[in-house]
Each structure stands twice: as structure tokens, then as C-alpha cells.
């Protein structure tokens, strides 16, 4: 895995996806200035997360304006981005995450695996990985929840995923965090396990704003695979950046030490 890696933290204006796309094409040029070679922005990017009853209207086919408009902005800025969108296909809804290359083509398009709650009343599930050969490696899509499951994230590396892109929005509400401390910090601390028990990288882009009685945790970040955050971002907008460029033979040498893929023992966890 070699190269440079941006990660953008940002607000969304809900149900309007003008102003979303005006600020992602924003934060992608700081990017590019930066010397990115891909930006990850987070869930629902375009559209904002709680559209449920709009979904006719905000849903778009997978060559639909929003889209088209995203290409662009990849193309325009020569590097690689992926984004959460909402998309229609077949007559249903999906959670969906892009990832277009510097020249605008698409690379792939990825339906959220595992939804959340009234997730489940909205949109129809993804039933497939998906990981993309890019010029910095490979990448596997993911979106939100599905970071919280190990075995969904060791199938992606199974697959030869070196780098994990994880579009995100971790909320909260009043009770979640003070009765039970669900937070920034927590949510991080779960992309740091992740990168760990994969001796991979994880680029996890979260939102921040308020919608619909909910925060949006922010906290997003860039971890190594020993779990070390090589970027990260607290609350408010911004945008990080890390290289994911290692001599192989440190990788190879901490890969020596942690063994934890050899080391699992499935056959017990049955």
C-alpha cells in the first residue's frame, strides 16, 4: 500500500444535495492541495443521513446526477474519492459507498452490508463484498456498522484488502451518551482494533452536525496496522491526511510479530 490518504469530516445539509456536493468538491481540492491521492468522505455524503421519507426523491441510479457530479470532482482534482451515497436500483434502495479513480471512472460501488435499526425499514441490505484493485492498492468498501463486525472486516482482507475505507455516521442522542458513554472517542477506538486485528489500514470518515434529535460523533481517522492513528480528527469540519507508505520490511516485521490472522481459531468459535 503506497500513498496519500485524506479523510474529511463535514457537515451535511440535509435532503439538499447542492450545497453537499459544492463542499465535497471543496474539502476534494484541499485535498488535492494537500497531495491526496484519495479522499474518503463520509455516509450519505450528498444527501444527509435521515431521509427515509424521501427516498424517491433523493435516491439516484448509479449513473445519476449526484453521481455524474462526484466523477467530476475526482477528475477535476486527479485523485481517487469515495463517498456515501443513496442509490436505486431494481425497484429498491440502498446505502451505498463510491469509489471513483483520478481519472473519474468509477471503480466500484458498494451496498452497506449490514444496516442499523430503522435501517432495515428503508433500504435493502447488500449482499456482497467489494474491494477494488487501485494505483495506491487494494481497497475494500465498507460503510458504518459494518465496521463493527470483525468477521465482515477479515473477509475484506481475506479478499487482499490492504487499505479498509469506511464512509460513516456514528450518532448519539442524549440518553446513548450519557447513560451509556457511547462517544468520539469510542467509535476511533473501534478503527483501531480494527487495523489492528487485520494488520491493515483503516480510513474512516465520520460526519458532525445535528439531524433529527441526533449528533454525529466526528472522531474520524486514519489507522496504521498496529492500531496507531496516523491522522485523526476531533469534532467540527476539517479534513486529515496520512501516508500510508511503509518500508516493507518494517511492515514485514511487525506482520512477524502480529500474528493475530494466523493465531484465530475458527473452528472453536463455532
Not at 459544492?22 to 450519505?44: T, W
Not at 439531524?211 to 479534513?239: N, Q, R, T, Y
Amino acid at each position: 500500500m503506497r500513498g496519500r490518504v485524506a479523510i474529511v469530516q463535514m457537515d451535511c445539509v440535509l435532503g439538499e444535495t447542492r450545497p453537499n456536493l459544492e463542499k465535497i468538491g471543496h474539502f476534494a481540492e484541499a485535498a488535492g492541495r494537500l497531495g491526496a491521492d484519495l479522499v474518503v468522505f463520509p455516509e450519505c455524503a450528498t444527501t444527509g443521513y435521515f431521509i427515509a421519507d424521501r427516498l424517491s426523491e433523493l435516491a439516484e441510479p448509479p449513473d445519476g446526477p449526484s453521481l455524474r457530479a462526484l466523477a467530476a470532482i475526482a477528475g477535476a482534482n486527479q485523485l481517487s474519492l469515495a463517498a456515501g451515497v443513496v442509490t436505486a436500483e431494481g425497484g429498491r434502495y440502498f446505502d451505498s459507498q463510491v469509489l471513483f479513480g483520478p481519472d473519474g471512472k468509477r471503480l466500484a460501488l458498494y451496498h452497506k452490508v449490514h444496516l442499523f435499526s430503522a435501517e432495515r425499514d428503508a433500504f435493502a441490505a447488500g449482499d456482497q463484498p467489494v474491494v477494488a484493485e487501485t494505483a495506491l492498492g487494494t481497497i475494500g468498501l465498507s460503510v458504518c456498522y459494518d465496521l463493527i463486525f470483525g468477521d465482515y472486516m477479515q473477509r475484506l482482507v481475506g479478499l487482499g484488502t490492504e487499505l479498509i475505507i469506511n464512509s460513516t455516521n456514528w450518532i448519539a442522542d442524549a440518553y446513548q451518551r450519557e447513560v451509556w458513554g457511547w462517544s468520539g472517542p469510542i467509535i476511533q477506538g473501534l478503527a483501531a482494533t480494527r487495523a489492528l486485528e487485520n494488520v491493515a489500514f483503516v480510513a474512516m470518515a465520520n460526519r458532525v452536525g445535528h439531524e433529527v434529535g441526533f449528533d454525529s460523533l466526528g472522531h474520524s481517522c486514519i489507522a496504521g496496522p498496529s492500531g496507531k492513528l496516523l491522522a485523526s480528527i476531533a469534532m467540527g469540519e476539517g479534513i486529515a491526511v496520512a501516508d500510508l507508505g511503509l518500508p516493507q520490511e518494517d511492515l514485514e516485521r511487525w506482520r512477524s510479530i502480529a500474528t493475530y490472522r494466523r493465531d484465530r481459531r475458527p473452528d472453536i468459535y463455532r
